[in-house]
């Protein structure tokens, strides 16, 4: 029986923000319904501990956010959101009182490619806020994401904005330290308990569309983590945004048989002899970082 890490279910595919390092679903846009979301719960059961509310999408849009954390405590999962944190601030409430949430990734990156409805310094503030309560009051994790460094930084288009995010949080955590000279040594620092901040370089989604092809490689799709898309649709992993590989529908077959089909086993088997199968999985750069 497969078992995984990371199960990733997309709540809504639907987003307030239009980031040029996210391409736009081209799906038509949903809010997955509770009944549908229950149905996952229970056939996912057996497989996995620990779903993301996480494909495409913001899910502190969802109008039910908290039914379903409500649901996911019920059936004993633990839950990592990510956010561009938008919405934060209206959404805090529900958040800080869910017993269910484990993890919630911010996506500082994104405030940058979008139009500014709000300063920079805003937008920080309402996040921080959420992280020092959260780390006083409850044991969520609060995961403060840059993820926007080029592969040298030294000509990073965004380390000047960089900068000022990190002034801002060394501010709000009176930190007696640079981020940055930590940053240097470092992906990831703690800033407080619970309270995480790590770097990392712009990644591409794959697209089918690409001329690029590589045969040869290994990826954890279908083996560490698997993901359901808003209307059901089960893929191999968090990077099939549009459903390219699509292995069944979680509403008219029973999850175990849609991982466990033809199409499924070939992927997995493929990936064991570092053989890629799947035409979108030939054109992904991000499946490479495994590859050393």
Same mark, same amino acid.
């Given at each position: 029986?497969?078992?995984?890490?990371?199960?990733?279910?997309?709540?809504?595919?639907?987003?307030?923000?239009?980031?040029?390092?996210?391409?736009? $679903?081209?799906?038509?846009?949903?809010?997955?319904?509770?009944?549908?979301?229950?149905?996952?719960?229970?056939?996912?059961?057996? #497989?996995?501990? #620990?779903?993301?509310?996480?494909?495409?999408?913001?899910?502190?849009?969802?109008?039910?956010?908290?039914?379903?954390?409500?649901?996911?405590?019920?059936?004993?999962?633990?839950?990592?959101? +990510?956010?561009?944190?938008?919405?934060?601030?209206?959404?805090? #409430?529900?958040?800080?009182?869910?017993?269910?949430?484990?993890?919630?990734? =911010? *996506?500082?990156?994104?405030? %940058?490619?979008?139009?500014?409805?709000? +300063?920079?310094?805003?937008?920080? &503030?309402?996040?921080?806020?959420?992280?020092? @309560?959260?780390?006083?009051?409850?044991?969520?994790? *609060?995961?403060?994401?840059?993820?926007?460094?080029?592969?040298? /930084?030294?000509?990073?288009? *965004?380390?000047?904005?960089?900068?000022?995010?990190?002034?801002?949080?060394?501010?709000? =955590?009176?930190? %007696?330290?640079?981020? @940055?000279?930590?940053?240097? @040594?470092?992906?990831?620092?703690?800033?407080?308990?619970?309270?995480?901040?790590?770097?990392?370089?712009? =990644?591409?989604?794959? &697209?089918?569309?690409?001329?690029?092809?590589?045969?040869?490689? =290994?990826?954890?799709?279908?083996?560490?983590?698997?993901?359901?898309?808003?209307?059901?649709?089960?893929?191999? $992993?968090?990077? &099939?945004?549009?459903?390219?590989?699509?292995?069944?529908?979680?509403?008219?077959?029973?999850?175990?048989?849609?991982?466990? /089909? @033809?199409?499924?086993?070939?992927?997995?088997?493929?990936? *064991?002899?570092?053989?890629?199968?799947?035409?979108?999985?030939?054109?992904?750069?991000?499946?490479?970082?495994?590859?050393?």
């Amino acid at each position: 029986m497969k078992k995984f890490k990371k199960t990733y279910i997309e709540i809504t595919n639907v987003c307030n923000l239009n980031c040029e390092f996210c391409p736009k $679903c081209e799906r038509n846009p949903e809010f997955m319904k509770i009944e549908l979301f229950e149905k996952i719960l229970s056939q996912i059961k057996n #497989h996995s501990n #620990h779903i993301y509310f996480h494909v495409k999408g913001e899910p502190s849009l969802h109008p039910q956010l908290g039914k379903f954390l409500d649901a996911a405590y019920t059936y004993g999962y633990k839950v990592n959101i +990510t956010t561009n944190g938008t919405l934060i601030e209206s959404s805090k #409430h529900t958040l800080l009182s869910k017993p269910a949430l484990r993890q919630v990734n =911010f *996506s500082l990156h994104s405030f %940058d490619a979008n139009i500014k409805t709000t +300063t920079m310094e805003k937008y920080l &503030d309402e996040i921080l806020i959420f992280a020092k @309560e959260a780390s006083r009051n409850t044991n969520i994790i *609060s995961a403060l994401r840059l993820w926007n460094l080029s592969e040298d /930084n030294n000509i990073n288009p *965004s380390k000047e904005m960089n900068r000022y995010i990190l002034r801002q949080i060394e501010d709000a =955590f009176n930190l %007696d330290y640079m981020i @940055e000279e930590k940053l240097a @040594e470092q992906r990831g620092i703690k800033l407080a308990r619970n309270v995480y901040l790590n770097q990392a370089p712009r =990644f591409k989604w794959p &697209d089918i569309n690409e001329s690029e092809d590589s045969f040869c490689g =290994f990826c954890y799709g279908l083996r560490d983590q698997v993901a359901i898309l808003v209307d059901g649709t089960v893929v191999p $992993c968090c990077l &099939d945004g549009e459903g390219v590989i699509n292995l069944g529908n979680i509403q008219y077959t029973h999850f175990e048989d849609i991982i466990e /089909n @033809e199409r499924a086993n070939t992927l997995y088997n493929g990936f *064991s002899n570092r053989k890629v199968v799947e035409p979108l999985c030939q054109k992904c750069n991000y499946r490479k970082k495994f590859n050393t």
